[in-house]
């Protein structure tokens, strides 16, 4: 079983920088696709990055391309989000979800973590 630990989310000023991470445990990492979503109030969840098991290949939505930056170190189970010059849209609960890389289903998903961007 795969346990995701997503953390790294905080009130930040618009323009501001942040770095989630999402470390993954009970499982083999590197079979494992890793892909970030966000949720906010009233909206659907919406796929933000994804990455592929070996970090060669990876998707940003297009309207977040530029800003958001997917990366994954296989050596410490860990993918990360980079988010630059975030704006008050950005504002959601971001989580991570990981399936086998043979699957189409995120089967693991992480507790979520709170970004806000706000002056």
């Known amino acids: 079983q795969v346990t995701l630990i997503d953390s790294g989310g905080k009130s930040v000023q618009p323009g501001a920088s942040l770095r989630l991470s999402c470390v993954a445990s009970g499982g083999t990492f590197t079979s494992l696709a890793v892909a970030w979503f966000r949720q906010s109030p009233g909206k659907e969840r919406m796929r933000v990055a994804n990455?592929?098991?070996?970090?060669?290949?990876?998707y940003v939505e297009d309207s977040l391309r530029g800003r958001f930056t997917i990366t994954r170190d296989n050596a410490k189970n860990t993918v990360y989000l980079q988010m630059n010059n975030l704006k008050p849209e950005d504002t959601a609960v971001y989580s991570c979800?990981?399936?086998?890389?043979?699957?189409?289903?995120?089967?693991?998903w992480g507790q979520g973590t709170q970004v806000t961007v706000s002056s």
């Open positions: 979800a990981a399936r086998h890389w043979l699957t189409t289903t995120y089967a693991y």
């Open positions: 990455i592929n098991k070996d970090g060669d290949s990876t």
